[in-house]
């Protein structure tokens, strides 16, 4: 099919979707360093993690062995309803820039939840559901990750219960909206309802939450509360696990048309997405198959990757949580108002940390208003209005292809569009208004957030 | 391809796409009566037509007769990033409902713009461009219209300045914000930079406006302003032509798989979505090929066709635009509170209201809290959370889809699905807290309504 014209859009056709998620663990020399508990120190066990997780999943977070991972018939009939997703074919873009690059986005964004979330929330309501449960607790910021755990939940008929943020309860209502809609349980945290909620609230009055809060109070619900486990959108290897559909899809539609990208880039907050995309071609890179360019996009402002220390840290601020070897910037590092709350987390997958840690791909830290520039460039000629979050991509897709203009390569690039902007209007309203700031944070913060690195694990 | 398997969603390729737009009125016996000037009463001509409107649009409006009318490759071009839109088949709503009947909706939602809009506005700023113009003017309410031709015209890098109703302008920040992105000038109206909006301001203080008052507004800057058109996004039969895509596509996607569909059901407002999706079934019905149920779906509180007359009238409140002669409440209509507001509208599309006239389509009137909770349910099972507007297809779809239960009729129904509801959630919200209420106009009230038509066109 090679001199077929490339389509704007390539869409797989049903038979062509993925049937097992790929596991890049399997292919690691060096595997990524386990969970370990707070109290021990000591590697987690199935058993320790199964008061707060599903039996299966963490089966998944543990599998670090086999390659392939059957995706359940259920799973895949749901994934029908708004996969594949279409990779495009940016032709809008390269003629707006004048490049002679070849630019590919796969776009996440054409579902309710408007991200790349639903491939994992779907999977772990799922196996809540086969485990007889009643219903999931999670957390929620901006509330991607809710929505979608909630539209999971309703399909599965699974209660919800979601602890978002309260600043974010209140000022992005339309979020909460849709949670209710899909008929979850939405409760501004902190609450007054768990017992870490009451604490925070005694003594902080007026508080208007965090993430680290949340997760707190839905741990707190789900191991006390009888049918209910905790569920996580990011981060953990299961969720990227679930996200590698996203990859799968893209390297299947590429192999359709013979094309090789030089290219992949992806931005990263936990990592899922990034992980999720750029599993397969890592696999190949791993077994000397293929060799690829893989650049993870991260804010300037919570620079993870590019100014971190690779070690243990805990992966909540409440540390409350299991801890993980990662690129982090310490768990009490508080990224300043930066408008890609996606991103915003201190540290990253472990599976892409050793990645990274390891050479196989490489990171690169971005400021929001150059991001919000080029998201503003991509909406006006491609169309889709994208989220902050993937708009960090965009900025480096567009930096690379403008690369190639001087250098006159018509280099691939593949890129992961992972969700739209509608709900960050606010944001895109400060850009609009010359109202955006940057901030990077200086060396001296970043040092004083790592001398608060846990003795735990790194000694 | 008959005993295939029918995928979730059918895309058809790039080359299957539709070259050519169809006017249904070639196939008109009875054509729908022309627009006629409410200075003398007389049908309008192109040149009275061209000092407000694009030429080659003007053509489109007056041409009864060309049964088709290429789609310029531009336009093509840009159709291609975001279309062809899924066929879905709603195995998920079927085995919910339990119902022999099989279910497909086009779903228009998968763009920026959330909706069938920018079908039209593409086409719009397309010809304003080849007509060499500065820039269009238009209105906008809710948003969706204003936000697709923003889209459109930061696409032809044409200069778009909107005149947004002042309380949508105020509650509805987001779409305004999109728009913004776009490039587009968003202007509340009333505004004090029109002579007209001066006037309502003097008269109404404190006012939040009205669409009646920023049509007049931006035709005013439109026809005051060298190298300006205004465009209007519904109504007007070149709109209806713009969206035959729609139905063209709908077609070619059933037709690929032999199928054909018994009923086909739309929401209407002003009519264009409907009329695009319905005009290829209705032009074999009107040849005597083949034969369809076609319901026409509004709501209650707006019921132009079901409740009201086929007279002359004006087409905008403020009564400076033409005549049109179609099933209307009267121009001074004020329907309540009422969510789906792009179906507020007290008239009809000529064309559409001609079939109905005619007896090729039929009409259904439904009360809002019943939309809301067919679009929940809908929401839940298929994964698309619907705006309020295309909620009033889902409603009928799915009391169609249960009398198939009672009679075990295993009918075809295919409806439009026009977009999403992710900026209608402060509607979803007072569904949420119960706090909907219906409203329908009494037959008094409408009676006093009838009494102010117009004597022109109507004696």
Redesign the interface.
């Known amino acids: 099919m090679t001199n077929e014209k490339i ?3 390539i ?1 797989l ?2 038979n062509e979707l993925p049937k097992q998620w790929y596991n890049v663990r399997a292919d690691m020399k060096n595997k990524p360093a386990p969970l370990i508990s707070p109290a021990t120190g000591e590697p987690l066990k199935q058993e320790e993690l199964e008061p707060v997780f599903c039996t299966e999943l963490v089966k998944q977070e543990l599998n670090d062995t086999d390659a392939y991972i059957d995706i359940p018939e259920d799973i895949v ?1 749901f994934y ?3 996969r594949p997703s279409p990779l ?1 074919r940016a ?2 873009l390269e003629e707006k820039l004048g490049t002679p690059a070849k630019i590919y986005y796969k776009f996440e964004g ?3 939840s ?1 991200s790349h979330k ?1 491939n994992s929330a779907i999977a772990q309501a799922y196996y809540a559901k086969q485990q007889g449960l009643k219903g999931v607790t999670t957390e929620t910021g901006a509330g991607q990750w809710g929505t979608a755990l909630s ?1 999971a939940c ?2 599965f008929d699974l209660d919800c219960r979601v602890y978002m943020v309260k600043v974010s309860y209140e000022q992005k ?2 979020r909460r ?2 949670m ?4 979850a349980r939405v409760t501004p945290s902190p609450s007054d309802t768990t017992q870490i909620g009451q604490k925070i609230l005694a003594e902080h009055p007026g508080t208007t939450g965090s993430l680290g809060c949340a997760i707190s109070e839905a741990v707190e619900e789900a191991v006390s509360t009888d049918g209910y486990k905790y569920v996580l959108g990011s981060v953990l290897s299961q969720v990227l696990l679930h996200q590698t559909v996203i990859g799968l899809e893209t390297k299947a539609a590429l192999d359709k048309y013979d094309i090789k990208p030089d290219m992949i880039i992806g931005c990263a907050g936990g990592g899922s997405n990034l992980g999720g995309l750029i599993s397969p071609f890592v696999g190949e890179k791993l077994r000397g198959e293929n060799d690829y360019q893989i650049i993870a996009v991260e804010p300037a402002s919570c620079p993870s990757f590019t100014r971190g220390k690779f070690a243990y840290d805990f992966c909540d601020t409440g540390h409350v949580c299991p801890l993980a070897k990662m690129y982090t910037l310490g768990s009490e590092f508080i990224p300043s108002a930066n408008h890609a709350g996606g991103l915003r987390y201190h540290g990253m997958s472990t599976i892409l940390s050793q990645l990274y840690h390891d050479g196989l791909i490489e990171a690169r830290a971005v400021e929001q208003t150059s991001v919000f520039e080029a998201a ?1 460039e991509f ?7 994208p989220a902050p979050e993937s708009s960090h991509a965009i900025k480096v897709a567009i930096d690379e292809a403008k690369k190639c203009i001087e250098t006159g390569e018509e280099k691939t690039i593949v890129f992961g569009l992972t969700g ?1 902007g ?2 960050d ?2 944001a ?2 400060k ?2 208004d010359g109202e955006m700031d940057d901030y990077i944070p200086t060396d001296e913060e970043l040092e004083a957030s790592f001398a608060k690195l846990p003795e735990i694990g790194n000694k």
């Open positions: 389509p704007y859009k869409y056709a049903e009939n029908k309803m708004y495009v032709y809008c054409n579902n309710t408007g639903l539209m309703s399909y209502p339309f909206e849709v209710r809609t899909y008929g503003q909406a006006r000629v491609e169309g889709i209005l739209t509608y709900f209007m606010v895109y309203q850009f609009n």
